[in-house]
Structure formats: C-alpha cells, structure tokens
C-alpha cells in the first residue's frame, strides 16, 4: 500500500513537473518583439544606406545579419500619426491621429483614443510583459498615456524634446549646433510621474539604452514586447561626452553614433542572455529628416524632400528586420511599411487580429521567414488628413504636392504626376502622359480605398 502511494505520488510529482516544463515551453516559443524607433532619421543617414559619413557598425552589421529594406515607409511624414500607425496598425486618419495641427502639443486635448487597440495591449492578452522607453507623443491625458494603451512599464518624455522652451529662448535655439542645454523644460517620467525636469538631454540616449537592457535582463524568460523609441536625431540634438565632437557628421552625426552605439548594447543584451534567436527587432524611423533644419536636419540620400511631405523623402526611411537563425541575411526591394510590423507581431505571438478593426499592414512573416514575395499592394501617402499620393508596384501617383515647410499651400495636379520609383527614385521625371493605363489603375485604387474610411475623431485640433 505505502509502495503504491509512493509510486502514485511519484507519478504525480513528475506529471507536474511535465506541466509545468510545457508551460515554459510554451511560454518561450512566443517570439519576443522589439521596435527600436528613431526620431527624424533620414533615409541617407546610416552607412548601409550609404551615408559616407556617419559611422553606423551596429546598424550595419544588424542590417548585414538581418533583411535590409530598401522601399520601406513610415505612415505618416511627421511624429505624431506615425506613431499612431506603428502602434495600432492602422493609417492616422482611422484613429483621427492626424489633422491641420499636424502633432501633439503640450496644450493639446486629444491623444490616442483608448478604444485603439495598440501592439503592447494585443500583444499583453498574449502574457507579454510590456515597456514603453523613449518618446511617446501620443498624448498626456487619461485614457491615451503608455499606462493606459497597453504598456505595463513607461520611461521617457512625453512628447517631442523641442517643446516646453523656457521664456525668453533665442528664436532657431533648436535647430543650433550648440543648444542650451537649459532651453527646454520637458520632464522625463517613469510610469507617468516626473522623476526630473527639465530633462538633462544629454544623458537621454546612455539612460534609455540602461533601462532597455534592464528590461530585457528582467524579462528574459519572456515573452516580452519592448517599444523602444529615441528622442533623437530630433533637434536639438544633444550627445554624451564619449560621442560629443566624434562624428565628421557635427552634432547630428554624433546623435546617430550614440543611437547606433544603443542598438548595439540592445543586440548584445540579447545574444548575451541566449534570446536572440527567439526575439525578432525592428529598426526604423517616424519619417524623413528635417531639412529645413541644415546641417542639424540629417539627409534623404538620394530621395526628395523630406520630414513633413509626401515626397518620397518625406516617408521612405530606413528599415531593418533581426531575428538569427530565422532570418536569413538579404536585401529586398518590396514595398512594406511600418503598419505592417503590427499584424507581423500578432501572428509570431499566435494572437487574433482584433475583432471588427480594420487593419492597414500585412503579416510580412512570408517575406522575412521564407523569402516569398508578397502580393501586390497599394500605399497611401497621407499629409495630415487629406491624400496626397498612391503607390502601387512601382508606380507613384501624386494628386498634390506641397514641401515639407515652406510652401504655404498644396499644389494641386489635373492629370496627377506620375513617377516609375524603381527608375526615378528622386522623382525627377513625370511620365504620366506616356502611362495613362497606370494612372486609370492606381485612381481604381485610391477610389477603393477612400470608400472604405471612416475617419476617427479628430484629436489635433
């Protein structure tokens, strides 16, 4: 009798045991996700996308090791809404993140309306732990704070670090290659209460880099969403005192080298704690880089304009996907966006999409797992709420056109301007008149789309 009591509970120990190794294993084939998100980085402004003078070995061997993207696009020209799209999946106009205002102000009433479904909130039904480091400038207000979208753990400011200027700063203060270190009074907070204002800014980048990788060490086991979005290159720029007057580039190229020293400490952590190859990171930008800002404002490369249009500077920015031993090392040429990261993390985490939410990006996991070509697809360039542009292959469609600042209203085209972006990436040359097939099937497009949206509340306003 005592020997069968022995072998049941012995049978029941190891049941147990087997239980609970079932739950770890199934804990721990959930990808980890991680979106390093920087702040007005031009097309141009990393050395595997062919800046000559900006040392960038972490990004460039995390682009060696992962896939490189060569037509990938923020949602939106400018910071607000296309933090909205990342987070949510979704063009800013179904959110009503977009508007005249074009961002969020510290005097704003709207932000992020709760009712969004953000990547932390799906992604947290799934049992991911969530931390939010860096910028958010998706609004201060309850119901569209970090802690209130999804995020379990917050670190950084609120909004952009050009805000809160104290009285009497000399007017282009941000845009100097030495700015006051005293100019802007923007609090740095963690988990919504201020722990320092003004925020000493040249210890942003080192002090976000600290709290990510604590994160990571911390949640190791996973899984674990990290959204990791850098104050800079946006003005003014600041560095620390180990990347101060170190790049060729001034004090923009020393914001990029402290950024690329960032993603090399948030790489390291993960081969370190042996959860690299089960963790998929995602680097890109907001939008364009502020060329209005000069030699403080970063390069498109080759492309058009920049922050602020729709121009291809405007939208196209650097893109990169890193997840060893599941991506293979390429370079591809499809056009894909930063919406599409949404639907991405969803199906790695094995989560639904939401129910009765309409979602802009595709799954990529064919693209970056199996090297298949995606289908087709249109991309629509929004200047706050009005369209301006359609891409569909590689046709562009423009139906107005407007620099990023200084021109003071859109110039409208009847017939639009058409560019072939595979050949004319700089859009110098509109071949519409030889292509009136292309134009008929990119208008059948854009008239699909449009008959489909319900733009959100407007919160800029």
């Not at 907001?286 to 800002?293: E, F, S």
């Not at 930063?338 to 009765?356: N, Q």
Request: glycine share 12%; charged share 20%.
């Amino acid at each position: 009798m005592i020997r069968t009591l022995i072998k049941g509970g012995a049978c029941f120990a190891l049941t147990l045991v087997l239980l609970g190794a079932m739950r770890v294993d199934s804990s721990a084939a959930k990808p980890n996700v991680i979106i390093i998100f920087a702040d007005d980085l031009g097309y141009g402004d990393l050395g595997c996308y062919g800046s000559p003078i900006i040392r960038t070995p972490n990004l460039d061997r995390m682009a060696a090791e992962g896939i490189r993207f060569t037509d990938f696009y923020s949602a939106s020209e400018v910071c607000s809404p296309s933090r909205a799209a990342l987070l949510t999946g979704r063009y800013p106009i179904r959110s009503g993140m977009c508007g005249n205002r074009r961002v969020l102000f510290p005097n704003s009433e709207g932000g992020l309306p709760a009712a969004e479904i953000t990547l932390a909130e799906a992604l947290k039904e799934k049992g991911y732990a969530t931390a939010h480091v860096g910028k958010w400038h998706l609004g201060i207000h309850e119901g569209s704070r970090p802690l209130d979208q999804g995020f379990d753990h917050s670190f950084g400011l609120p909004y952009s670090n050009d805000m809160d200027g104290r009285a009497g700063l000399p007017k282009g203060s941000s845009g100097s290659a030495t700015p006051p270190e005293d100019g802007w009074n923007v609090p740095l907070l963690r988990d919504g209460e201020i722990i320092e204002q003004p925020a000493v800014q040249t210890t942003l980048t080192r002090r976000y880099t600290e709290e990510a990788v604590k994160f990571i060490q911390e949640k190791k086991e996973g899984p674990f969403f990290l959204y990791f979005a850098h104050t800079f290159p946006h003005v003014p720029l600041f560095a620390s005192p180990a990347f101060k007057d170190k790049s060729r580039a001034g004090i923009f190229g020393d914001a990029v080298e402290e950024l690329d020293w960032s993603v090399g400490q948030v790489l390291d952590s993960l081969r370190k704690e042996g959860i690299a190859e089960n963790t998929l990171v995602f680097f890109t930008s907001d939008n364009g880089p502020w060329l209005i800002m000069g030699n403080q404002g970063g390069s498109a490369g080759p492309l058009k304009d920049g922050k602020g249009s729709t121009w291809e500077g405007g939208m196209r920015v650097p893109g990169i996907a890193w997840m060893p031993g599941r991506i293979k090392p390429a370079v591809t040429t499809m056009m894909t966006n930063a919406m599409d990261i949404y639907p991405t993390a969803l199906a790695l985490s094995g989560a639904e999409k939401p129910a009765g939410v309409k979602l802009d990006g595709e799954d990529l996991a064919p693209l970056l797992f199996e090297a298949k070509t995606l289908p087709e697809r249109p991309f629509f360039y929004y200047r706050g709420d009005q369209l301006f542009a359609c891409r569909l292959g590689e046709w562009k469609m423009h139906f107005k056109t407007q620099t990023g600042y200084g021109q003071p209203k859109p110039e409208s085209h009847t017939p639009p301007l058409l560019f072939h972006l595979g050949r004319d990436p700089s859009e110098k040359r509109d071949v519409a008149a030889d292509h009136p097939e292309v134009i008929a099937r990119l208008q059948a497009a854009v008239d699909a789309h449009v008959a489909g949206v319900v733009p959100g509340k407007p919160q800029f306003e």
